[in-house]
């Protein structure tokens, strides 16, 4: 089940890049489940990551090795999160294993996973799958590697863009996994942006930094921030398209990242609705956001939202508890796509149930809230809570 959800269609080669997939048997029997990402000399790396305690093992890895790398590997089926130090060296020796194979140090390669948590990483198997990885490194593979990453995503999610800057010709390419545990903080799930522009590990954490705040942090599916999240950017230096074009290089990717990150919404786990949460009139961005992911995180509007019902009751509710001090409910209006719902903080007169009805009814719609206190305005996506969730993460270990 998704939402309107565009297929990946073919993604583009980025100079520099080569990807092999291979099936490990790590919980997955019928597909691919270890994806290997080889960068050519003179790659650098940037990412954000999930800020959670419990943070797995390749995330504390990965973030020691941002900067000058060689490669990713990546496995799916397993989380190696609560795993302790045995945890941590599995993650190393994924590195080192992947290292042979790419002819580098282990400590150029970053290791990324996903999956059940508090199991183990079968090593043998993982050591099979990254020497079969290895074998059928290609240029053109990131929509394999982008089926290979996926846990309960229905369908692999990938973008590809060409754009001139300076008067050179880059490209870019990106996919994500997520369909659940999604409420990013810092970063989302698992997603790999590849690009050939020459940028320093200075710049390319800035990109990872700036594309993450405008993207994937402006989402939520159910709450819930995974101990795997990460963002992970790899330039190569392949096109003339250094640090001096940064600006022009984050505008030209925004608008890519912004579409995997509402795909990641739109394959939200059991989802049937892609909605919009804005919230304007606001003091400040940040009083914009706690109320926009207060409504958008509750249970009771997202069971609203699958339902259909413009229960207008359950967005004051959210609101009033998003925690912006001194609000005044006077001087709050809420609209469903181009209905009038409340203003001034109550039922606008204008207002009809069969109106709210006919906006939520759409597979798509956008909740605008209006605080009536300032100038500033944020957007977060969003999906419904439906049966299919509740039923897809009671069966997610069976």
Known sequence: MAVNLPPAGELSAVPGIRIGTAAAGIKYQERDDIALFALERGSNVGGVFTRSSFRAAPVAVAAERLGAARGLVVNS?????ATGYRGLEDARSSCALAADVVGCEANEVLPFSTGVIGEFLPMDRMAEGIRRAGNALQDDAWLPAARAIMTTDTQPKGVSGRFEIGGSHI?????VKGSGMIRPDMATLLAFLGTDAALSPE????????????SFNRLTIDGDTSTNDSFVVAATGRAGVGDEHYDALLTRLTPL?????QRTVRDGEGATKFVTVTVQGGASADECLRAAYTVAHSPLVKTALFAGDPNWGRFCMAIGRAGVEGL?????????DEVCVAHGGLVAASYTEEQGAAAMARDEFT???????GDCAETVWT????????????????
């Open 77 to 81: 089926g397993n989380a190696n999160a």
């Open 171 to 175: 490209t870019a390419t990106a996919i």
């Open 203 to 214: 710049k390319v954490q800035d990109l990872a930094r700036d594309l993450g705040e405008r």
């Open 257 to 261: 990242v912004v579409d995997l990150a």
């Open 328 to 336: 005044d409910p006077a001087g709050v209006s809420l609209h469903l």
């Open 367 to 373: 909740v605008r809230i209006d605080l009536g206190r």
């Open 383 to 398: 999906s419904d809570l439906s049966y299919e969730y509740v039923r897809i993460n009671a069966e997610y270990r069976t």
